[in-house]
């Protein structure tokens, strides 16, 4: 064969190879399922919320169906629980799981709207020195036009009369932290707004890191949940619009951090709203004047769920859009993608398509040889096994067949999961085509003889029901000495997940 020859055969494998790369991807694009490999829990009921349907208006309750709409779990040093209803409650639990309200948020809040899952009083969180400064941070939503109260953050290019809704952090002061009943003042730190037609993925979780230290740089930081104030699929003449994610001098896909004292008290750097600026975070001490320091990281299309294992190594759950569930491990100033990127295949908006496409990387992205600037997910599943991954927590308590494991679950079909910490931090490796392999977890209940049946989540929320419930709307919470609750926005019942009496009992890991 002459050299000209295997020029021009060389030259046609190239291009053919470029355009196979360039096809979009119709198939399934994760054609493995999720197995069940034996691992198997038990779950109990713990306690039931109240029934709250009927308190809101049935046009601005998107679940009147919904028994309570229970979205956080969280346990305080003291041994308190506490959970939320969205419709506007928090509940404080006692140690025989009585319950009474602790604090009535929607009293306060006349412009509140309750019309979509991710609405009313959706996250709170409790400072790591509650029990000095009494101080918790709660996550609400509001009606938009005819609201008195101005925005400090609109997407770059809209305007005020754009505005559909608000999404506002408060920042509550209880006068006495032992008390169970709230009284003191409160202080709102952010207020943002959304221009969709509907308020689709909201800044929805308030966290702190757990495993911050006094003394440590990342110490009562105040973190945010991440996403594309619903740009994807919000409705209306604003949606699906690329050109307002990727950008840094916007709050739009980016998870935030931010010393939530105001700068009055710090002296430090104001934000967009009453809260300090930490000079740690890349994009504040980056010298561009035109980046948002309060930016974490960015490229998420909604990473509503944000967790820590005991090493510092820190997680986000990421609702994916028509194709790929991600869980993603995340660092400081880095890039998660959207919507350039949908799991590690492009997605068709960014190159004028469609949201629902996908186009695979090219060869040398994917398999690392050739860098492009984005950080990749180290957990995925696609749409043939669920519709949009919930909380995540690695898991160090008492169950032996979960420990070293990073547990998580589907929010509408109420399966949950396990992936080996391990291969989900081996697979942190700038390969985007790595990534932790992933099984189910069977659920199963006891009865008065000790008899184990399996169960699916949705089976038992159907049963507390008395209906068939078209979804689960699971959502998973940690306690405060590491063990698992599950939970659900239709029948308000809390669940968690127990060790078997039978199995190893050696010590947990401590958090």
Avoid: C
Avoid at 217 to 238: I, K, R, V
């Amino acid at each position: 064969m002459g050299t000209r020859m295997r020029l021009v055969i060389v030259l046609l494998v190239a291009i053919w190879t470029a355009g196979a790369s360039q096809a979009q991807i119709t198939s399934n694009p994760i054609p493995a399922p999720i197995a069940k490999r034996g691992l198997a829990v038990e779950i109990k009921d713990l306690v039931r919320l109240p029934d709250t349907r009927g308190i809101r208006p049935a046009d601005q309750d998107v679940s009147p169906a919904g028994w309570a709409r229970v979205s956080f779990v969280r346990d305080l040093p003291d041994g308190r629980r506490f959970a939320n209803d969205s419709r506007g409650f928090l509940y404080l639990i006692g140690s025989n799981n009585q319950l009474q309200v602790y604090a009535d948020v929607a009293a306060v809040f006349p412009n509140a709207v309750y019309n979509r899952l991710e609405s009313g009083f959706i996250g709170f969180v409790f400072h790591p020195e509650f029990a000095r400064n009494g101080l918790f941070y709660t996550v609400h939503a509001e009606r938009g036009p005819g609201n008195p109260k101005t925005p400090d953050f609109i997407p770059p290019g809209f305007t005020l009369k754009d505005v559909t809704y608000h999404n506002i952090i408060t920042e509550w002061h209880a006068t006495n932290p032992a008390a169970n009943v709230f009284e003191g003042t409160r202080r709102e730190l952010l207020r943002e707004a959304h221009v969709v037609a509907n308020l689709t993925h909201p800044m929805g979780a308030v966290e702190f890191n757990p495993t911050a230290k006094p003394g440590d740089p990342d110490y009562a930081l105040l973190y945010t949940s991440g996403s594309d104030h619903g740009f994807s699929n919000g409705g209306g003449p604003n949606a699906n619009t690329a050109s307002q994610t990727q950008r840094l001098d916007s709050i739009i896909t980016a998870i935030l951090r931010f010393d939530p004292r105001s700068p009055k008290v710090t002296g430090g750097v104001k934000g967009l709203g009453d809260y300090t600026i930490p000079m740690a975070n890349k994009f504040a001490s980056d010298g561009d004047p035109n980046t948002l320091g309060e930016i974490y990281a960015y490229g998420f299309r909604n990473a509503h769920r944000l967790s820590w294992d005991t090493d510092g190594t820190m997680f986000a759950s990421d609702i994916g859009m028509n194709n790929i569930e991600e869980i993603n491990i995340v660092r400081n100033g880095e890039n998660y993608g959207w919507m350039k990127r949908e799991g590690y295949w492009e997605n068709g908006r960014w190159r004028g398509g469609e949201l629902g496409q996908l186009f695979p990387l090219p060869a040398d992205v994917l398999n690392g040889r050739e860098k492009d600037g984005l950080t990749y997910p180290v957990a995925i599943y696609d749409h043939d096994e669920g519709r949009s991954v919930t909380d995540g927590f690695a898991y160090h308590g008492r169950i032996a067949a979960l420990r070293g494991k990073f547990v998580f679950g589907d929010i509408a079909t109420g399966r949950v999961f396990a992936a080996d910490l391990a291969e989900m931090k081996k697979a942190d490796d700038g390969i985007p085509q790595t990534v932790a392999p992933i099984e189910e977890i069977q659920l199963y209940v006891r009865d008065a003889s000790g008899n184990r049946r399996d169960v699916s989540l949705q089976e038992l929320i159907d049963r507390t029901m008395g209906a068939s419930i078209s979804r689960a709307d699971l959502h998973i919470s940690r306690t405060g000495d590491g063990e698992l609750l599950l939970t659900s926005r239709q029948d308000g019942m809390i669940r968690m997940l127990v060790p078997d009496p039978n199995a190893s009992a050696a010590a947990p890991t401590r958090r």
